[in-house]
């Protein structure tokens, strides 16, 4: 009996693991689906260090190390694709291939301050009260607050230490960058950007697509991803 290939699914900043679950069902009769919960995260332990990108890809790699997961193929969302395509071009080798959504690529002091203010605890709590509940949910037992306040952390660290596109060029794993049409965090330009400096990507407009994972059409983006890695043998 012939193995499924493994398929790591790596969720986005202040997501956790569960909120693939839709999607697993969608990929697991082709794929041996797994997915990971980044420090701090879905209710796991907080890292030693503050959250940071190099910090989420050493902690990945010691978990495709622990769990033979090593050359597995990837689908990250947003922060997830960002720490995939940090690590294999840091360590070539380690993924088949890569599949982002919604991955946000021009980092500036400018954007990061931005972006961090969004997700500061105390503006989450006076001004989205609903949302601030869902952290505090979807990170039980863990504090949501603390993560919230890390992650802002990350988000300014990577404004000062971004992922140039010489090294994206440096990738040369199967490629595929893709992007909601109506993603207002995430833009086409930026998008396009990264996917020409992969030397072996496509790119992928979705359509009637917001950044919001669950806004997502998962029967659509599962397609998707079956596509990319049916085009190429997988």
């Known amino acids: 009996m012939t193995s499924k290939p493994n398929l790591l699914l790596l969720h986005g900043a ?3 693991s569960d909120q693939f679950q839709a999607l697993t069902v969608h990929l697991r009769e082709e794929y041996s689906v797994h997915t990971y919960d980044f420090p701090g995260h879905g209710g796991k332990a907080f890292a030693e260090e503050p ?3 190099p ?3 050493k902690h990945l790699e010691d978990h495709l190390v622990e769990f033979h997961l090593v050359g597995c193929h990837v689908f990250g969302y947003s922060m997830g694709g960002y720490v995939a395509l940090w690590l294999e071009a840091l360590k070539p080798g380690l993924f088949s291939s890569i599949m982002t959504l919604g991955t946000k690529f021009n980092w500036t002091r400018e954007s990061a301050e931005k972006e961090a203010k969004m997700i500061d605890p105390s503006f989450l709590t006076a001004k989205v009260p609903r949302f ?3 952290l505090k949910l979807r990170h039980a037992p863990g504090d949501w607050t603390r993560l919230s306040a890390e992650t802002m952390h990350l988000m300014l660290h990577l404004a000062k230490h971004p992922l140039g596109l010489d090294a994206f060029g440096q990738i040369t ?3 595929r960058i893709a992007l909601g049409d ?3 965090m995430v833009s086409i ?3 396009e950007s990264t996917y020409t400096a992969l030397p072996n990507a496509s790119l992928l407009i979705l359509p009637e697509t917001a950044h919001a994972l669950e806004k997502v059409n998962h029967s659509y983006l ?3 991803i079956k596509h990319f890695l049916q085009n190429h043998g997988i």
């Open 132 to 134: 601030a509940e869902t």
């Open 222 to 224: 599962a397609m998707e």
């Open 189 to 191: 330009a930026e998008t």
């Open 14 to 16: 202040l997501g956790a």
């Open 55 to 57: 910090v989420l890809a």
């Open 51 to 53: 959250l940071s990108i």
């Open 173 to 175: 794993c199967k490629t």
């Open 182 to 184: 109506r993603d207002q």
